[in-house]
Nanobody, 122 residues
Framework: VQLQAFGGGLVQAGDSLRLSCTSS????????KAWFRQAPGKEREFVAAISWSGGFTDYADSVKGRFTISRDNAENTVYLEMNSLKPEDTAVYYC????????????????WGQGTLVTVSS
């Protein structure tokens, strides 16, 4: 069972980036999915989550209105569209999956991707 996040890179403030997270070894179509991020020297923090159906989403206040989480269950992929990026968005971004309802809590997710680095220069 693997989750793979990719799409990170070096961008300038104000730019956009789309992260993707694919899964293999298990069908996650009935799992809630989320994105977390971890900046150097900081704890991993919640970014966004989406219900298994895609009908419900949740965002951290720091990204609300700039980031959009979506999913394509047919492709077993979850996306994070990031617009108006800021230097403080610089972090390693992780995707996570869990059966049942989504959560903002790191400890409630059983499956994690390896992370993809997003660096936003000013």
């Amino acid at each position: 069972v693997q989750l793979q996040a990719f799409g990170g890179g070096l961008v300038q403030a104000g730019d956009s980036l789309r992260l993707s997270c694919t899964s293999s070894g298990r069908t996650f179509s009935t799992y809630a999915k989320a994105w977390f991020r971890q900046a150097p020297g900081k704890e991993r923090e919640f970014v966004a989550a989406i219900s298994w159906s895609g009908g419900f989403t949740d965002y951290a206040d720091s990204v609300k209105g700039r980031f959009t989480i979506s999913r394509d269950n047919a492709e077993n992929t979850v996306y994070l569209e990031m617009n108006s990026l800021k230097p403080e968005d610089t972090a390693v971004y992780y995707c996570a999956a869990e059966m049942g309802s989504y959560s903002r809590n790191v400890w409630q997710y059983s499956y994690w991707g390896q992370g993809t680095l997003v660096t936003v220069s000013s």
